[in-house]
């Protein structure tokens, strides 16, 4: 029964990183890849939206109908098999990585790469549900649940608990941006004095551009509680739009898009030099 725990946590121990095997190691690394990538998409597509140009929602959902114009069905399904991969990857550093630290912050680092593995296996969903039906709004996505909800006995409290919930994930990832906490999961040791502090720059401009949106989302979510009603909510697209409607403006949507562009990079350095 314990064998094949000791096996795996020898696999852990020995490869380049906590993923449980070279192959998922590798895999993983192109659902990082793809990660960096959709987040590129969005970039690109808030930018056109702060201009005024046509284009998809700036959200996950359009960012892999705009990846599949480009690489197709197959280059999907390679996504998404790197996805889960890492999504695996990630589970496996919750349960038995991050033997370089101790105490809190080994459980913080757990539970960062518990919150990971979930956000992979939803875009690997996003991208299954494309291949499956085409495109979706993420925006209706998020009304349709916040109207599921709502219809439950105490349903304006589990909306509210939900926006609640979106900006505590808000204001940790500004604490992981502002701390730098995320270089921890890199091997550093690997990399020159300028790289890192290259690398360094776009993860803090990358997760406050990020925790700024998802802020944003919780308040739409708020307020969709707030007035018991599920229009009121949106996704990503929604919050970037309400973003570019304040008194900034196209500035401020150019600013949290170019921040999206650097995370997109930070995960393409992520991808050649993570260990965790």
């Known amino acids: 029964m314990y064998a094949p725990l000791r096996h ?46 046509p284009g998809g929602s700036a959200d996950a959902q359009g960012a892999v109908a705009e990846i599949a114009t ?48 979930v956000t992979m296996l939803g875009l690997a969903v996003v991208a299954v549900a494309f291949l499956r039906s085409g495109p979706r709004s993420g925006d209706a996505g998020a009304r349709d649940v916040v109207a599921d909800l709502l219809v439950l006995p105490g349903g304006r409290l589990l909306v509210a608990a939900a926006a609640v919930t979106i900006g505590v994930l808000a204001v940790t990832m500004t604490y992981t941006g502002v701390r730098r906490t995320f270089m921890g999961d890199l091997d550093v040791r690997r990399l020159a004095p300028a790289l890192r502090r290259a690398i360094e720059a776009l993860g803090v401009l990358g997760h406050l551009a990020r925790a700024l949106a998802l802020a944003v989302v919780g308040v739409l979510v708020f307020t969709a509680a707030v007035a018991s009603d599920a229009r009121r909510a949106g996704g990503l697209d929604a919050a970037l739009r309400a973003l570019g409607e304040t008194p900034l403006g196209m500035s401020l ?24």
Do not use: N
């Not at 020898?10 to 993923?19: E, N, Y």
């Not at 197709?72 to 919750?94: E, H, K, P, R, S």
């Not at 650097?262 to 030099?273: N, P, Q």
């Open 8 to 53: 795996l946590r020898r696999s852990v121990r020995r490869g380049r990183s906590d993923a449980p095997g070279r192959t998922v190691d590798l895999l993983g690394r192109a659902g990082l890849l793809a990660y960096g990538v959709v987040h590129l998409v969005v970039a690109w597509l808030a930018i056109r939206m702060a201009i005024g140009l």
């Open 70 to 117: 480009g690489a197709g069905a197959v280059g999907l399904v390679v996504a998404v098999v790197g996805l889960v991969a890492f999504a695996i990857w990630q589970l496996t550093a919750a349960a038995l990585g991050f033997c370089w630290v101790s105490g809190g912050e080994r459980v913080r680092k757990r539970v960062g790469a518990t919150a990971k593995a």
């Open 253 to 276: 949507l150019v600013v949290v898009a170019l921040g999206f562009g650097a995370f997109g990079l930070y995960c393409v350095a992520d991808a050649a030099f993570r260990r965790a």
